[in-house]
């Protein structure tokens, strides 16, 4: 395949103005794969056709599409080669009044059909390729757009610094179970969450589509991470989803490697209190302990870090009665309650009683 017979193939599938292009016209299994998934009946029909353009790299053409997820939206189709391979980057440009909703029914019933989004734009690539922008799209169906921090997405602007706007980006995905859409958006700047500064958040809109009855599941999605200790800090990465209704949020470290550290050094999770003084006097705690896990609960209404729980581990036993007594495989779980008012410190210690 060279631009020149990829030109002439398109050619073929015009006629009366319309090009009815089926997904294995161009024998690249990738743009079939894309038809499949998003196009109706697996092929590209596009009414009101320009004649294609061709230049030295890719063949384009532009018109009305009639059988994407947006109904009569203007786009342009821009074919060109990956190796010897066609390779196609549909640009979608959807009505003013276009929602999510309108291509995705079922999101009806959730907060995803109070989000107004400006300004979006949709693209279908067959494979990874780079946009007139010079921005790389991903293979599959990708949306970008301007979401207003308002409506629901109000109750958690806060912790995207009162954002007025978002940019987001992501991918809608057709799969045997249903559909999924993932949009996200990042801040970079601190974000204060009690006596944390959360190290930037990625903010992101997800909703699941079951194919076999419609049910449908929405959240917004938070990525951030805190660091803590002393010369050499650690960074514990968090992430947790709020759901609309609930109006609170858990976010939980992500710990896809052990963080280890003197007890001391953990008592900068609940903001300088003494771990130690809430664990009995008899037992004595190595010098590492490793980070379980940890939760921060966020009263999201209220702007507010409620409670910060979280376990170690301890490979020292605890020996109740030399020689006789003891605790091994120690998790110490702790829980500041009311970290902004009453700093309530308590303490659970968890453990296999060995004998003898």
């Known amino acids: 395949m060279d631009i020149t017979t990829l030109a002439a193939t398109l050619n073929q599938y015009i006629s009366s103005g319309d090009l009815v292009l089926p997904g294995d016209a161009l024998g690249s299994d990738p743009i079939q794969r894309q038809f499949d998934a998003f196009l109706d009946d697996g092929e590209l029909r596009i009414r009101q056709v320009t004649a294609p353009t061709v230049s030295a790299d890719n063949v ?88 207003p921090m308002t409506g629901p997405a109000a109750d ?19 799969k045997d179970e249903g559909t999924d859409l993932a949009f996200y958006a990042r801040y970079d700047k601190p974000v204060p969450l009690g006596f944390f500064d959360l190290n930037g958040v ?55 490697q052990a963080l280890a550290a003197g007890l001391y050094e953990f008592d900068a999770l609940v903001d300088g209190a003494d ?41 020292q036993p605890w020996t109740l009665i030399d020689d006789v007594l003891a605790v091994e495989a120690l998790s110490l779980a702790f829980r500041l309650d009311d970290p902004q008012g009453a700093r309530e410190l308590s303490a659970t210690l968890m453990g296999e009683v060995g004998i003898g």
């Open 60 to 147: 384009s053409v532009t018109g009305i599409a009639d059988n994407l997820i947006v109904d009569g939206a203007q786009v342009h189709a821009r074919f060109n080669l990956v190796g010897d391979e066609a390779a196609l980057l549909l640009s979608i440009a959807p009505s003013a009044d276009w929602t999510l909703v309108k291509s995705f029914p079922p999101l009806g019933d959730t907060f995803v059909s109070e989000l107004p989004m400006r300004n979006p734009t949709l693209t279908l690539a067959s494979h990874k390729l780079t946009d007139a922008a010079g921005d790389d799209v991903d293979p599959g169906l990708s949306l970008a757009a301007t979401l």
């Open 275 to 315: 771990l130690g003084s809430v664990l009995p006097d008899t037992l004595a705690v190595a010098d590492q302990v490793t980070l379980s896990w940890l939760v921060l609960d966020v009263d999201v209404a209220a702007k507010r870090l409620n409670s910060v729980r979280l376990a170690l581990s301890s490979t």
């Open 156 to 174: 958690v602007a806060w912790l995207v610094g009162d954002a007025g706007e978002l940019k987001l980006r992501g991918v809608i995905e057709r």
């Open 202 to 256: 990625t903010f992101g809109v997800l909703a699941a589509i079951a194919k076999e009855d419609n049910a449908v599941a929405a959240v917004f999605d938070f990525a951030t991470a805190i660091d803590f200790g002393g010369r050499t800090p650690l960074r514990v990465p968090l992430r947790g989803s709020y759901f609309v209704e609930a109006k609170q949020l858990q976010l939980e470290a992500d710990l896809n």
